[in-house]
């Protein structure tokens, strides 16, 4: 067993013990270290929660009973900003520990009576361990397929643009639009983040459409346009089995539906479209607009202009247009600069 526990120690685990009984912790703090545990003992249950959020610990061992607030209400603070720290409560009587609900409730791992022997303690610490190195093994497991799995979804991505010359440099672009837009809207860096990657995959199910059709230069039959307005659907498949893209599948998804419900796949409206998707929807459109394509150069900045207006409310939401187009009035040199990096 203690060869067990060094090898812990050894893994980098650090054990954070919680009890306003001075006595308590000298006495834990000896055994743990006897055991080779990197140990901290902490007196102050809020000075204990400041700890936690300055510095990495793998498991705390908690007191229920204490001064001024309780074992339980430390939890609740800790759990408001660390979902992972595995803690052990403590408590001196069994009929004064919380109610089972209470410790599901606040994902306390485990409970254990004080006793003055610290075998039964000892074990628990070690079992809980080795749940948390088995957790990050897992971590690290599926880190590694998320990225796996990203870089082949980059290489789909990189595959539509080589397909279509338009493509290419298209969604770079509308990323960056998404997120100059997102800015000037006010959106927290959450929703900005989201923009940026949904701009960037927001064509991926190109890449089921037929080059046949996706580089025609002439016009369209209604067979073939019904194929292209496939791939939101085609894209959504893609990721959505992904937990990293599940942020972004609102974008994939309806980045071509209409303010007034003409749109596609879903034909929804107004602020039952995605917010997100819908300052994407703009920004698809403008670069569509001020790209140059095999059949025609791209617009004059008057005419997309008349364009974004003219369809405020129909193709747009109004309010997100307006932006855009205040954008282009009064920082159009943000737009050059994404156009002449991409």
């Known amino acids: 067993m203690r060869k067990n526990m060094v090898s812990a120690q050894k893994s980098g685990f650090k054990v954070i013990a919680v009890d306003d009984e001075?006595?308590?912790?000298?006495?834990?703090s000896i055994?743990?270290?006897r055991s080779?545990?990197?140990f901290v003992g902490i007196t102050s249950p809020l000075e204990a929660i400041e700890r936690v959020k300055q510095e990495h610990f793998d498991l705390m061992v908690l007191d229920f009973i204490m001064e001024p607030i309780h074992g339980d209400k430390v939890v609740e603070e800790i759990r408001k900003f660390n979902k992972d720290l595995y803690i052990l409560l403590l408590t001196g009587h069994k009929d004064l520990a919380p109610p089972l609900e209470t410790i599901h409730k606040l994902d306390i791992q485990g409970y254990c009576e004080k006793s003055d022997k610290f075998d039964q303690l000892l074990l628990l610490i070690e079992s809980g361990l080795k749940s948390v190195e088995q957790m990050k093994t897992i971590n690290d497991i599926n880190h590694e397929l998320e990225n796996a799995y990203l870089e082949s979804i980059e290489i789909l991505r990189h595959t539509v643009e080589a397909k279509d010359p338009y493509t290419k440099g298209h969604s770079d672009r509308v990323s960056e639009y998404s997120v100059l837009l997102g800015k000037k809207l006010n959106l927290p860096d959450e929703d900005i983040d989201i923009l940026r990657v949904g701009g960037l995959f927001h064509d991926i199910g190109k890449i089921g459409i037929p080059d046949s059709i996706l580089l025609k230069e002439s016009k369209l039959t209604d067979e073939e346009y019904n194929k292209i307005k496939e791939h939101p659907v085609i894209g959504y498949n893609?990721?959505?089995?992904?937990?990293?893209?599940k942020n972004?599948?609102?974008?994939?998804?309806?980045?071509?539906?209409r303010f007034d419900g003409n749109g596609y796949p879903d034909k929804i409206?107004?602020?039952?479209?995605?917010?997100?998707?819908?300052?994407v929807a703009v920004c698809d459109s403008f670069d569509a607009m001020t790209s140059k394509r095999s059949?025609?150069?791209?617009?004059d900045m008057n005419i997309v202009k008349d364009e974004i207006l003219k369809n405020l409310g129909s193709q747009f939401d109004p309010e997100i247009g307006i932006a855009f187009l205040d954008i282009i009035d009064k920082d159009f040199s943000s737009i050059e600069a994404i156009q002449k990096k991409f």
């Open 238 to 245: 893609i990721l959505e089995h992904a937990s990293m893209f």
């Open 295 to 299: 059949y025609r150069d791209s617009l």
């Open 31 to 33: 055994f743990m270290k």
């Open 269 to 279: 409206t107004g602020n039952n479209i995605p917010y997100l998707a819908r300052i």
């Open 36 to 38: 080779g545990y990197d």
């Open 248 to 257: 972004i599948l609102d974008i994939v998804k309806h980045h071509h539906e």
């Open 22 to 28: 001075q006595g308590i912790l000298d006495s834990l």
